[in-house]
């Protein structure tokens, strides 16, 4: 069967510092892989998603970058943190054919920039 | 893009009666029509879904209805316990293999 794995669970990090989350799924291949924001007592805002390796695609302009080393590891970064990268950031995978949409969620992380 | 709203934000009911929460989206390619629920501090999971060649489909308390005419969507709850709580969201696919979630829906299932 199919797992997800993100971590850490929470991080606590100071503004200027670097961020390096990590998510790797198992027990799928070409699987489209996802980072979501959830900011407190809000909807998930879609960061990037990825298609395949190397392919990364941008939604919203900001301070994180995301990268695809592996076919099923997906990376969220940041050079410079800022107090409002601050969130819980969950990733996410799905099946690579049109007609598997349904998406899984890692267990998240919770970041505190201070 | 997709703009998806989801009524109400906030829902309060007692033990046993229906609550029912909408969503209306924009993009008349959707094809795809997800509910997830969000326990508090934890992960979003898939609780029913329903394509577009379908008008309803229920799974014992849930069901979603689905008016593309429209352009919204529904989750019904019968029998609300307390293990309801939750936050709901709907996440309509539109173009691409993208969901677009909507603000989320609190829902609080009293005693």
């Given amino acids: 069967s199919q797992t997800i794995h993100q971590w850490p669970a929470t991080l606590v990090q100071p503004v200027g510092s670097p961020l390096s989350l990590e998510c790797t799924v198992e027990g799928t291949s070409n699987p489209n892989l996802y980072w979501y924001r959830q900011a407190a007592g809000r909807g998930l805002q879609l960061l990037f998603y990825s298609v395949g390796i190397g392919q990364i695609s941008s939604e919203v302009p900001q301070n994180l970058s995301a990268s695809r080393p592996q076919d099923r590891q997906f990376i969220l970064s940041s050079k410079k943190l800022l107090l409002s990268d601050s969130g819980f950031y969950l990733c996410a995978w799905s099946g690579s054919s049109n007609r598997v949409h349904i998406q899984y969620f890692g267990a998240g992380t919770r970041l505190s920039v201070l | ?111």
């Fill in chain 2, 1 to 111: 893009g997709e703009n998806v709203e989801q009524h109400p934000s906030t829902l309060s009911v007692q033990e046993g009666d229906s609550a029912v929460i909408k969503c209306t989206y924009s993009d008349s390619a959707s094809n795809y029509f997800p509910w997830y629920k969000q326990e508090l501090g934890k992960r979003p999971q898939l609780i029913i879904d329903i394509r577009s060649n379908v008008g309803e489909k229920k799974d014992q308390r849930i069901a979603v209805t689905l008016n593309k005419t429209a352009k919204h969507f529904s989750l019904h709850i019968t029998e609300t316990q307390p293990e309801d709580s939750a936050v709901y969201f709907c996440a309509p696919r539109g173009g691409g293999n993208k969901l677009t979630f909507g603000t989320g829906t609190q829902l609080k299932v009293e005693l």
